[in-house]
C-alpha cells in the first residue's frame, strides 16, 4: 500500500485538519467531531441542508459546503457512516428554526443512522426532513444496502435542494425538488482498478490488466459483472445504455450530464468518455442543458468513472444554474 498519510487510523482527522485550513474563511469544524459546517451557518430564516456519509469520497461531502448547497457535512470515518451522535451536532448547528433537510445515501448505516439524529432533533423541537438517494440502476441490493445505492446523482440534488433552500423555499419545498431529483436521476459505475482503504491495508478486490468491473459502488465493493476491457466508447455505450433503459426519456427532454471519476482516472479520458455520451444522448433526440466533467463522487484511488444523466424541468434547471460558492461545484 502506497498512500501519503500519517496514521492509518488517523486519516479523517488528518484530512479535516487540512480542509480547514485551505478553506479557513469559509469552512469550520464543530469542535471534537467530524463535522464541518460553512461560516455563517445557521443562515436565519433558511432551512438548513446537512449531507455525509463515510470518508474517501472526497469531494464529497464537505467539499459541497457553501451559498447554495451544503450548510454542513458529516464526515465518518472511512467507507463508515457517521454516528447518530455526529449527525445530531450538524442538525443543531444548521438549524436556524426553519427546519433542517438530510440528504442520505441509501447504504443501510447512513440511513439508519441519519434517521436516528433526526428523531434526536425532533425530541428537541427541530423540523426535519429527508430524501434518500439510490440513483444506482447497477443493483437492486447489494452488501451495503436495501434498494439501489447511492451514487454521484447525489451531487445533483445537493446543488438542486440548497439552491431551493437559499432561495428561500419552506422545509417541505425543499423536500418535494430534492424527490423531484431523485425520481428523475440515474447513474452507473464502472472500474478498472480497486482501492484500498489505508486501515485494511490491501485492496478490497483485484482485477487482472486486461479486465474492468461493471457496476461498481462507491465503497470499493465489487460490481455486478467482470469482463474484458474495452474502448471508451463501448464503455460510455454500456453505462449510459443501462440508465437510459432505466428511466423514460423523450425526444426533446433536456437533461444534466455528470461524468465522474472515481479517484484516479484522468480528465483525458473523461473526456473521451464524454465525447461518446453526448454523440449517445444525442441520437436519442435529447437536449443537454449542462455537462459536467470530473471527481465528484469518487472511491479513494479506484480509477474508474460513472455516468449520471439528470433529466430537467424548468424548476430544476434554473435551480441547477443559480450561483454557488462551494469549492467542488461551480454551477
Known sequence: MKKIINNPEEVVQDMLKGLIAAHPNSLKQIPNTTVIVRKGAPVPNKVGIVS?????????????LGEGMLDAAVCGEMFTSPTPDQVFEAIKAVDSGSGVF?????????????????????????????????????????????????????????????????????LQEVKDVAEKVVANV??????????????????????????MEIGIGIHGEPGIERKKLTSADEVAEELTQKVLDDIKFNSGDEVAVMINGMGSTPEMELYILNGKVQEILHERGLTIHKTFVGEY???????????????????????????????????
Open 52 to 64: 455525509g456519509g463515510g470518508s474517501g469520497h472526497e469531494p464529497a461531502h464537505a467539499g459541497y
Open 297 to 331: 463522487m469518487t472511491s479513494l484511488e479506484m480509477a474508474g468513472c460513472s455516468v449520471t444523466l439528470l433529466k430537467l424541468d424548468k424548476e430544476t434547471k434554473q435551480l441547477l444554474d443559480s450561483d454557488s460558492n462551494a469549492p467542488a461545484f461551480h454551477s
Open 186 to 211: 440515474r447513474s452507473m459505475g464502472m472500474a478498472l482498478t480497486p482501492c484500498t482503504v489505508p486501515a485494511a491495508g490491501k485492496p478490497s478486490f483485484t482485477l487482472d490488466e486486461d479486465e
Open 102 to 170: 438530510l440528504v442520505i445515501k441509501n447504504y443501510t448505516g447512513d440511513v439508519m443512522n441519519f434517521e436516528m439524529a433526526a428523531e434526536l432533533a425532533e425530541a428537541e423541537g427541530i423540523s426535519v426532513e429527508k430524501v434518500v438517494v439510490n440513483d444506482d440502476v447497477a443493483v437492486e441490493d447489494s452488501s451495503f444496502t436495501t434498494g439501489r445505492r447511492g451514487i454521484a446523482g447525489t451531487v445533483f440534488v445537493h446543488k438542486i435542494a440548497g439552491a431551493k433552500a437559499a432561495a428561500g423555499g419552506s
